[in-house]
Each structure stands twice: as structure tokens, then as C-alpha cells.
């Protein structure tokens, strides 16, 4: 994907809510990731201010028809100095469940040693870069080399 120009469009406005551990806002939006020939995959995500740049974000991987390939793969990410770490999540970890359009929540088993979204963390390296209601508070508004 590093070949590949991609952008991201926001498909729901961002909802505020607030956090039941300490009442600070939690942001939560939806959006798309596309190259200049297709949907690459759609995505959610969940952030909350006070968290140590911490967030949680929902992929859905597209096969080259719009399809959904394989479910929805959930992952946390936190900053940590100049570089972000994921943790891939269980369903039952996951702040979302499944749904019709998007699929079951994938096992961390069937992300990581099935591979069924090969290319998981170039996906979600391409929307914290990309989409700015997340690159603005996880990466101060500066692109992932």
C-alpha cells in the first residue's frame, strides 16, 4: 500500500459522548478509505480525550467489487513517542459487535496466524495518517512516515 494514494471521507459527522470512567468527551466517527480507483475498506473509530493518545478503530476490508472480504477486524492503538503500537482485540474486547453489512468481529486467531485481512496494519497505518479527525489528536496533525 506504501505505492498507493489514498484518502479517507468521513460517511457520519463525529458524536461526542462522555466516558464512563472519568466523564471526559469520547469521539466516535465513520469513514471511508479509498485509493483513486476504489473503496479500500470502511472504518470506525472511538477516541477519548485524557486516555494517553489512546483509541480504538473498526476495519472492514473491501475486495476490489466493494465486498466486505472477511469481517471486522477491531484493533486499539495508543501513541508511544513517534511510533503508534496496535493490539489486535477478541470480539469480546471489542466496543462494537458485528452487524449485517459489516460482518462478525474477527478473533485475533483469524487476523493474525489465518492472515484473513492481509494487509491489516497498512490499512490502519493509511487511516490514522489519512483521516484527520484522527491524525489531528493521535499524531498532532503530522503523517506516519
Not at 469513514?31 to 480504538?56: M, N, P
Not at 474486547?93 to 453489512?101: E, F, I, L, R, V
Amino acid at each position: 500500500m506504501d505505492d498507493v494514494s489514498v484518502s479517507t471521507t468521513a460517511i457520519t459527522a463525529e458524536q461526542e459522548s462522555a466516558c464512563p470512567c472519568c466523564g471526559r468527551p469520547v469521539y466516535e466517527g465513520e469513514g471511508v478509505l479509498e485509493s483513486d480507483s476504489r473503496e479500500l475498506a470502511h472504518y470506525g473509530y472511538r477516541w477519548a480525550e485524557g486516555h494517553e493518545s489512546r483509541f480504538t478503530i473498526g476495519i472492514c476490508a473491501l475486495d476490489e467489487h466493494g465486498g466486505n472480504v472477511a469481517g471486522l477486524a477491531v484493533v486499539s492503538g495508543r501513541g508511544d513517542g513517534e511510533q503508534l503500537i496496535y493490539t489486535v482485540l477478541d470480539p469480546e474486547q471489542a466496543p462494537w459487535g458485528g452487524s449485517a453489512s459489516l460482518g462478525k468481529v474477527l478473533t485475533r486467531k483469524e487476523l493474525l496466524e489465518d492472515g484473513v485481512i492481509p494487509d491489516l496494519f497498512s490499512l490502519l497505518d493509511a487511516i490514522v495518517a489519512n483521516e484527520p479527525r484522527i491524525s489531528s489528536r493521535i499524531l498532532g496533525g503530522t503523517a506516519l512516515e
